[in-house]
């Protein structure tokens, strides 16, 4: 053997690289519910599920990174588009959007997946549908992930930011259908760019329905319900913002007595700087479900 043979023979062999993870599966999937078809994706597998909900007019696609990250720690996350939003039915009757109305469809999303429970969580409108399930059957909820809740303290900015949107809708159908229109013409292929035209793309007859049904009825469980939610729940709240009052979330955390709260940066830590509060929802979750 010559001295460069002899050399490569001796030379301490590299260490092997180590596995790259693979992306949990993703799988799209829709069910009936009271006549109307909702759709949703599953993120990863297992028994430990949490179910992600959106904020209002926004689609599930919010919540893909969040649940991407939940799946490769272990847990099968479903997000859900609930009715009038993204790929689900957009009906324009107005009396069939409500926050009760939401719960149902997350409790209908467990029965067709035969989850007997899971936590439940969501962004501002989402979050609301997650105390509806607590208060109409709190034993499908394991936990609640609340972030922004929309509560007593809202109100009037919420009327002031959305009513002029359902104004635009009932009278003006030609300034939606053209943002809709624009909206289409954007490139896809960021997850946040995805996100708002998304949400920009709307038509105006079942977002004029689901703005009057949403503004109108009732915009959370009251308070002498919420002092009744045992489930453990996390609650997320961030200050400087009208339509999440900080002072609501900090509320909200107070009224449950199995709550504890997180105070995020800003409205889009989770978003744009996800590290902390997807560390703080992973970990939570894992709670709420003990080896």
Known sequence: MDQAAAAVADAPSA?????????????SGSFRHDGQRLCY?????????VVLMHGIMFTRRMHAPLARRLARAGFRVVTLDLLGHGDSDRPTQSWRYSMPAFGEQAVALLDHLEVPDAVVGGTSLGANVALEVAVAAPSRARGLVVEMPVLDNAIVAGLLTFAPLLFAARFL???????????????????????VTDTLSQQPAPMAALLHGVLFGRVAPPKSARREIATPALVIGHEGDPIHPFGDAGSLADDMPNAEFVHARSPVE??????????????FAFRCYPA
Request: aromatic content about 4%.
């Open 15 to 27: 260490e092997p690289a180590a596995p790259r993870k693979a992306r949990p599966i993703e799988l």
């Open 41 to 49: 994706t599953e993120f990863g597998s297992g028994d430990r599920v």
């Open 173 to 195: 159908p030609v300034t939606v259908r053209g943002v809709a229109l624009a909206a289409q013409l954007v490139p896809h292929g960021n997850q946040w760019v995805d996100v």
């Open 270 to 283: 989770l978003r744009l700087d996800p590290t902390r509060l997807s560390a703080s929802i992973r970990d």
